[in-house]
């Protein structure tokens, strides 16, 4: 089974600094999907990145960088400098390969509420 | 372009009425459909998903279903409300393991 772990319920921090988001993931599965989203207050949800399991290429996209370690089932992403702009609700996700054809599952982690302080 | 359509945006019903939420895809050919659910503070619990018509996953045992008569069209339903319905109610779709798109959601308030 597919589970998702998002420990982090809140951060606050203040403009300009750095904030890193954890996930931790479980799967039996050796081919997975890993995504991040952002939900704004608006409520609609942003895709951010996708990572399969045969790429742990860490990704870097302005302020944001995503750090994917399988040795530790971990997909963890950093704001750095954050905004204001930044505040959101961020969500890890993550797909395993389909046991019948196109039966993709998708499974979210709980979400960690961000907010930034001007 | 592809775009996902979900309406309506928001809904109050009372305790006991049915429900019927739409969510159509366009510029797509056989997507997976997916809806979540979203209660206040908390994350994204998936409820239903779909691979092809006629096809529904359930994920949770609930007062809810679904159904997808068309391709491109999937239907989230309920005979009759209760209190814990309320919550914020996202469709989504994908194709394979690329990443999902979602709807601008409904806010469903059951009173």
């Known amino acids: 089974a597919q589970k998702v772990t998002q420990a982090q319920t809140e951060i606050s921090v203040v403009e300009k600094e750095d904030v890193t988001l954890d996930c931790v993931y479980e799967t039996r599965d050796t081919t997975y999907y890993l995504f991040w989203y952002k939900q704004p207050p608006s409520g609609e949800l942003v895709f951010l990145i996708r990572r399969n399991s045969f790429d742990e290429q860490n990704e870097i996209s302005g302020r944001y960088s995503w750090n994917f370690q399988k040795s530790t089932s971990s997909f963890n992403f950093t704001i750095t400098a954050s905004q204001v702009v930044d505040s959101a609700v961020y969500f890890c996700a993550l797909s395993e390969a389909p046991k019948r054809s196109n039966d993709y599952k998708l499974s979210f982690g709980a979400g960690t509420t961000v907010t930034v302080r001007a | 372009s592809q775009t996902i359509h979900q309406w309506p945006a928001t809904l109050v019903q009372p305790v006991g009425s049915p429900l019927s939420l739409e969510c159509t895809v366009e510029g797509t050919s056989n997507p997976n459909l997916y809806w979540y659910r979203q209660a206040a503070g908390r994350g994204l619990q998936l409820l239903f998903y779909s691979v092809g018509i006629g096809q529904i996953s359930s994920e949770v045992p609930q007062n809810l279903s679904a159904s997808r008569p068309q391709d491109r069209q999937f239907i989230l339903s309920s005979k009759k409300l209760l209190l814990s319905d309320s919550g914020f109610y996202l469709c989504?779709?994908?194709?394979?393991?690329?990443?999902?798109?979602f709807g601008q959601g409904t806010r469903l308030t059951v009173v």
């Open positions: 989504a779709w994908r194709q394979g393991p690329t990443e999902a798109f």
